[in-house]
């Protein structure tokens, strides 16, 4: 298990999502393409990548991660925004569940 881990520590870590229980999103067309549900990262290829519409239809074939709402809404929000990031680093989840205020960096 630890050789696995450590051989596939280059590739979370270039896929933007590490071990933070999260998920990935690009704009692109008309919609965007976002991580699929229930692929563990190191099985995560382009292909798997799954493409919707701003109004929420997939596009094609995959199922969306659960989250894609989130994605979904920052893009509709923000048009200038090119990916979202939405993660779950273990340092975050702790100061969130002792309800700590985080000032804006």
Same mark, same amino acid.
């Given at each position: 298990? +630890? ?5 596939? !520590? #280059?590739?979370? !870590? +270039?896929? *933007? @999502?590490?071990?933070? *229980?999260?998920? =990935?999103? +690009? ?5 965007? =393409?976002?991580?699929?549900? !229930?692929? #563990?990262? %190191?099985?995560?290829? %382009?292909g !798997? =990548?799954? /493409? ?11 199922k969306?991660?659960? /989250?894609w709402?989130? &994605?979904?809404?920052?893009? $509709? @929000?923000?048009? %200038?925004?090119? *990916?979202? $990031? &939405? @993660? &779950?680093? %273990? ?6 569940? =002792?309800?700590?205020? $985080?000032? +804006?960096?």
């Amino acid at each position: 298990q +630890a050789d696995r881990d450590r051989s596939s !520590a #280059p590739r979370r !870590a +270039a896929l *933007g @999502a590490g071990d933070l *229980g999260g998920q =990935l999103s +690009a704009r692109g067309g008309a919609g965007f =393409l976002v991580t699929p549900s !229930a692929v #563990p990262v %190191e099985e995560l290829t %382009e292909g !798997a =990548l799954v /493409e919707m519409t701003l109004g929420g239809e997939v596009v094609g074939e995959g199922k969306p991660s659960s /989250e894609w709402r989130i &994605h979904r809404d920052v893009y $509709v @929000a923000r048009p %200038e925004v090119g *990916g979202v $990031v &939405h @993660a &779950h680093p %273990e340092a975050s989840t702790a100061v969130a569940c =002792l309800r700590c205020r $985080v000032g +804006a960096c």
